[in-house]
């Protein structure tokens, strides 16, 4: 199927915001993919992800648009990070929409924190509009967090490397720095976070979880087999109750890509992503069509992507798909 591609200027919160969107030039599905963008990056994504990926979509039968919000490429206003966008989104939504009139649902795209600001938007707005979310990489960095994932992957996999033990034992390793942070992971992955109170906002991480647990949608998570990004949000479902929480509606599904770096900058990595979302989308429709409950969505992939990058769940190669 063929597509066109119209660029537009709308307003937000007396700004102007460009957007492209990609229209199929046939007949075209009434749900649209909204790709929200990452700071600090601007609509074309990196490795111009968001333009092929728009375009795959387009041919597929599904509009997609892309934008600058505030701050950011072509728009204007101030720049402002991804827990401050919700006016932004709401406003590419409405511009989307009027765009492409036949629309009637609205799936939120993101990567690392335009994931998280999708979750964002949902939790503080409820918009029925949206009924999807894809989440690549999502971003719930804090100090402990990450300090779990290097000690579990990075200085785990060191030490079955031959090359450290070379190093060990030859008197090449920087033994007193290594030691250092090694320390200083092992000080912060013990570091807990307590319960915002009454007078403290919540975290955005717990924003985030929330949002997930109260979707009344459904969610396909990404997840780069080589990303501490994507391992940090691994081991924050794994042992956050508010994360564990929210799979317990059985509304999420979970691919792993292996090998994938953060941005999937291999040509075979985005021919995966483009893949996983359009099959996803197209099962979600059949779905829906057959009338068959949501609660079928595939939850073995999420061990998959939890406990073992490689196994035959994930997906390698040019192609992505989703378990059965």
């Known amino acids: 199927m063929k597509f066109t591609e119209r660029a537009f200027v709308f307003p937000c919160a007396g700004e102007n915001l460009l957007g492209i969107v990609a229209s199929p030039s046939g007949e075209a599905a009434r749900k649209g993919v909204l790709i929200i963008v990452g700071g600090p990056q601007y609509r074309a994504g990196s490795h111009r992800q968001f333009v092929l990926l728009s375009r795959t979509l387009a041919e597929a039968g599904y509009p997609a648009m892309r934008f600058d919000y505030r701050g ?29 009139p036949q ?30 979310m894809v989440m690549l990489n999502p971003w719930v960095r804090t100090e402990a967090g990450l300090a779990k994932a290097h000690l579990k992957h990075h200085y785990g996999q060191r030490l079955l490397q031959a090359d450290f033990w070379r190093k060990l034992l030859t008197g090449n390793l920087a033994l007193g720095r290594s030691l250092k942070g090694f320390i200083t992971s092992i000080q912060a992955a013990r570091q807990t976070s307590h319960s915002s109170g009454d007078d403290q906002p919540l975290p955005f991480q717990k924003k985030m979880a929330r949002g997930l647990e109260r979707f009344r949608g459904s969610a396909l998570v990404i997840l780069s087999g080589n990303d501490f990004t994507a391992r940090e949000f691994a081991e924050a479902l794994k042992t956050d109750r508010a994360w564990q929480a929210s799979l317990q509606r059985g509304h999420t599904t979970f691919v792993a890509i292996d090998d994938a770096d953060h941005t999937f900058s ?48 994930s997906v390698s190669g040019a192609k992505a798909g989703l378990e059965p």
């Open 72 to 100: 950011m490429g072509d728009s204007t206003g101030g720049m402002r990070n991804f827990e401050h966008i919700n006016a932004d989104i709401a406003a590419a939504i409405n511009a989307f929409m009027a765009s492409c």
């Open 266 to 313: 291999s040509t075979a990595w985005r021919n995966c992503v483009a893949t996983a979302v359009t099959d996803w989308l197209q099962r979600e429709d059949s779905s829906r069509r057959c009338e068959k409950p949501q609660e079928r969505v595939l939850t073995r992939s999420l061990t998959s992507c939890l406990g073992c990058w490689s196994r035959n769940r």
């Open 103 to 132: 629309l009637q649902q609205i799936v939120l795209w993101g990567l690392c924190d335009a994931a998280s600001a999708g979750l964002l938007y949902w939790d503080a707005t409820q918009d029925h509009r949206v009924t999807g």
